[in-house]
């Protein structure tokens, strides 16, 4: 069995690194650029970078500046933010991207997967859902560029997206996300049925407990983590750190 | 006394060339820059004074959250003046000022650091595309102290957030046993000169200041004399020896050293071992190293050798950052060797502080011995 990752998530807005609480309150943590190099040294399994301006706003990605990331990450790279077509999926390819994320396409265009995948194979292509929570606990699937909940059954949109060749599952808690109060593993109980592809869960990670006992879930093949490896103590003090699976060993 | 600065000359003593404009030879072929140092060190007896200074800090501090702050950059420095707060029973708040340049390296030792002592950490992390428009404009502008904006800012950072706290103290790891020699005039340039960044930000970058933190003149007056917060060479007060710390470090903290000093910045590796000996014909090795000699840390047949070797421990490291500063800079190498090749501009030519400031000091001393000449 592939050993499990842990993955530093990080965002991208108006070409910053930033980090936002519940998709909200977004904070200047700094160039994406070093930060990106600083986890390379750190030998992070693999980056998710995700600019949450495209899909917003529509313009073409900032190839450039992709590049640039791409060339200080020597461990895969995954690009989620913006991408409607096969081709911006080829440019992205080609210029050092090892995997590319579909979140919100996802909802009118499942075929982009499938293209992507047929192409270039079922791992380099995740899937993502962002998920919220209603007053009475109950999730539902969140669309976050319109900021309200998308009349779609969760488990058939996984589905959908898993049938079409999509070679991972990333699940956003938005109502966790950047509040590091603790990922719940029953979290996953909505999901009736068994995830045939390796599912990444993001949202709320805040010790090292957390992450040992999220590695331990059957259900879960990879963390995703943003706050608890960008920010140190009570004032937030940007501070990047990272741990690896290994260094979860020695600790034992 | 002869003043020799036509012809080239090295200090019998220490490592100190005519490459620093302001050197003068005695008869021995020692130089001002060493002898210097000796008169300061035998007038530093800080570190009999170190309880009395702690027990001060406690008390000044009393009732509030922190007593001091302590500024750590990740080099060893200013890790070991945190670690010495904090075996001295002090309560301090570390400050980290991130430019866009950290090493991983860094990073990881002050994530280690903190950690182990628990000490609470403020991160100040400056806009980096603001940050960038000044490096560019400073390089544009062919002055020599680009480090000039990284430690006006760093100031600013420590000063305001030590009022922010009402806190009286920041204890900085700057000191005679290692730092202890004058910086040659023209290595370096006037640190409190906010006037200097505009200026030069403004002309060749357009680029105003936003929320780029500037410490000038009047910001010292401002914080040193009306909020009365001190800026103190804390390790001074301790017997400081380099390599002594940097195993304590590693014991108590899982420190990792650094092959040279300032590694912890990538721009500052960058600009000491590569901008600065090929633009301007300045090695600042040959000032730690003759420090390092006359405080007995090394040989000085030791440190020839060391000046010997070229800045850069290995040409693979060289050029991984040569490309890292290209890719952040957003230049090209043909920009980069233009650069190089240009004449060096000094800082007062696009508008500065530095008169005020030295207008100021002189006053200062006027009405110092005035009030001494009638004992007020």
Redesign the interface.
């Known amino acids: 069995m592939l050993k499990k990752r842990i993955i530093p998530i990080l965002l991208i807005k108006n070409?910053?690194l930033v980090k936002s609480t519940k998709y909200k309150d977004y904070n200047?943590?700094?160039?994406p650029?070093?930060v990106i190099?600083?986890f390379n040294?750190?030998k992070a399994d693999e980056i998710v970078v995700l600019d949450i301006d495209k899909s917003i706003t529509g313009e073409d990605l900032n190839y450039e500046l992709i590049k640039?990331l791409a060339?200080?990450c020597f461990m895969p790279l995954t690009y989620g933010g913006g991408i409607k077509n096969i081709q911006q999926a080829e440019k992205l390819f080609s210029i050092g991207i090892e995997k590319i994320l579909l979140n919100s396409v996802n909802f009118n265009n499942l075929n982009l997967i499938s293209q992507i995948s047929k192409k270039f194979g079922s791992q380099s292509v995740i899937a993502a859902i962002d998920v919220n929570k209603n007053f009475f606990n109950k999730i539902y699937l969140f669309d976050w560029i319109k900021n309200k909940r998308i009349n779609l059954d969760i488990n058939q949109h996984v589905e959908n997206c898993i049938s079409h060749g999509a070679g991972e599952l990333l699940i956003n808690f938005v109502f966790k996300e950047g509040t590091l109060s603790g990922f719940e593993t029953e979290l996953l109980d909505f999901l009736e049925f068994n995830i045939s592809i390796p599912l990444i869960i993001n949202g709320g990670i805040n010790s090292i407990t957390n992450i040992q006992e999220c590695l331990s879930c059957r259900k879960i093949d990879a963390i995703g983590i943003g706050s608890f490896f960008i920010y140190?103590?009570?004032?937030r003090?940007?501070?990047?750190?990272y741990v690896s699976n290994k260094d979860l060993l020695i600790g034992k | 006394m002869i003043n020799n600065i036509f012809k080239y000359q090295v200090c019998n003593r220490c490592i100190m060339d005519s490459t620093a404009i302001d050197i003068i030879f005695n008869s021995n072929g020692f130089c001002n820059f060493c002898s210097d140092f000796l008169t300061a060190q035998n007038n530093n007896n800080n570190y009999n004074n170190l309880s009395k200074f702690i027990e001060k800090i406690k008390i000044d501090g009393k009732n509030k959250k922190y007593d001091c702050i302590v500024g750590v950059s990740g080099g060893v420095d200013s890790c070991f003046a945190l670690l010495k707060a904090v075996e001295n029973n002090l309560r301090p708040l570390a400050v980290h000022m991130d430019n866009g340049w950290n090493s991983e390296l860094a990073q990881n030792n002050i994530s280690n650091l903190i950690r182990t002592l628990k000490v609470d950490l403020h991160t100040h992390v400056i806009n980096w595309e603001e940050y960038r428009n000044f490096q560019k404009a400073f390089l544009e502008a062919n002055v020599i102290d680009i480090e000039l904006l990284y430690d006006n800012a760093m100031m600013s950072v420590n000063y305001r957030l030590a009022n922010k706290f009402s806190i009286k103290y920041i204890l900085s790891g700057n000191n005679t046993s290692t730092e202890g020699f004058k910086i040659p005039s023209n290595w370096s340039w006037f640190k409190n000169d906010a006037k200097n960044i505009k200026k030069i930000g403004k002309k060749f970058s357009n680029q105003e200041i936003n929320t780029f933190p500037t410490f000038s003149t009047f910001n010292f007056i401002y914080y040193q004399m009306i909020k009365k917060i001190k800026w103190i060479s804390f390790l001074n007060y301790f017997n400081y020896n380099k390599e002594k710390a940097i195993k304590e470090l590693e014991e108590k903290t899982n420190f990792k050293k650094y092959p040279y000093k300032h590694y912890e910045n990538i721009f500052t590796r960058f600009y000491q071992a590569y901008i600065l000996p090929k633009k301007f014909g300045v090695d600042k090795r040959k000032l730690h190293l003759s420090n390092l000699i006359m405080s007995n840390q090394i040989s000085r047949t030791e440190a020839l050798k060391i000046i010997q070797q070229p800045c850069y421990p290995d040409i693979h490291e060289e050029r991984k950052d040569l490309e890292y500063f290209l890719k952040k800079i957003k230049w090209d190498k043909e920009k980069l060797n233009e650069y190089i090749s240009q004449k060096e501009i000094y800082h007062n030519f696009y508008g500065s502080e530095k008169h005020l400031w030295d207008t100021l000091v002189i006053i200062n001393q006027k009405i110092k011995s005035f009030k001494n000449f009638f004992k007020i």
């Open positions: 070409n910053e200047y943590i700094g160039d650029i070093n190099k600083i040294e750190k640039n060339s200080e140190y103590g009570p004032y003090a940007v501070l990047i750190s």
